[in-house]
């Protein structure tokens, strides 16, 4: 059974902060994701790695970073946090194999709020 | 810009009911096309998904519509359950694509 675990649900930062969220997957899957839920927005995509030390930019990239030194963790940084990054954040990963056809497992989420 | 467009926002159906949402997208590369489901507190997982040379795919109660030509597909959820109450998000990948690119979201809501 496919687990994705962050590493926390509920985290609350002061403006300016620097802040890091994990993300954790115990399937051998080439690709992670991490993605913010906004209500009436849907799911946007940060950042997403295909392989360890790989990025590409998402959709909405700006103010955050990324880190993947190891396949099984992916790290989302907030260099500087901002009142507009509260949100839920969610991690997910997928398998590259043909077969797959590319299914995301998620994990829980995070909800950050910046004060 | 939005490439896969959902409606409604949210939605209110009796039990037994039929429950209907619809996505329509933009991109003619796209040919890959999943639901996610999410229940309070958790993430979304897959639901069902289909490819475009197919018109139907039904899996229990859950029937995904797709109308190529039109560039929309819809999810149906016939009998709808309380259980079935959760957000409902469409989305679409291209050929060889990691990516997906998610709808805006669907809150539905069962009532008894």
């Known amino acids: 059974d496919v687990k994705v675990t962050q590493s926390s649900r509920y985290l609350v930062k002061r403006t300016g902060e620097k802040v890091f969220l994990e993300c954790v997957q115990d399937m051998d899957h080439e690709n992670m994701f991490w993605y913010r839920q906004d209500p009436g927005l849907g799911l946007r995509l940060i950042y997403f790695?295909?392989?360890?030390?790989?990025?590409e930019k998402g959709d909405i990239p700006e103010g955050y970073s990324v880190s993947r030194e190891k396949k099984e963790r992916f790290s989302l940084i907030l260099e500087s946090a901002s009142t507009n990054q509260t949100s839920m954040y969610l991690c997910?990963?997928?398998?590259?194999?043909?077969?797959?056809?590319?299914?995301?497992?998620f994990g829980p989420g995070t909800r950050l709020t910046v004060l | 810009q939005q490439q896969v467009k959902q409606s409604p926002q949210s939605l209110i159906v009796q039990k037994g009911g039929i429950s209907i949402i619809n996505c329509a997208y933009e991109?003619?590369?796209?040919?890959?096309f999943p639901w996610y489901q999410q229940f309070p507190g958790k993430g979304p997982a897959l639901l069902i998904a289909i490819r475009p040379d197919v018109s139907e795919k039904k899996e229990g109660r859950f029937t995904i519509s797709f109308n190529k030509s039109a560039k929309q597909f819809s999810l149906h959820i016939m009998d709808s359950q309380p259980g079935d109450s959760a957000t409902y998000f469409c989305?679409?990948?291209?050929?060889?694509?990691?990516?997906?690119?998610f709808g805006q979201g669907t809150r539905l809501t069962i009532n008894p």
């Open positions: 991109n003619t590369a796209f040919d890959y």
């Open positions: 997910a990963s997928s398998s590259r194999t043909s077969g797959s056809m590319h299914e995301q497992f």
């Open positions: 790695s295909y392989d360890v030390k790989m990025k």
């Open positions: 989305a679409a990948s291209r050929r060889g694509a990691q990516k997906l690119v």
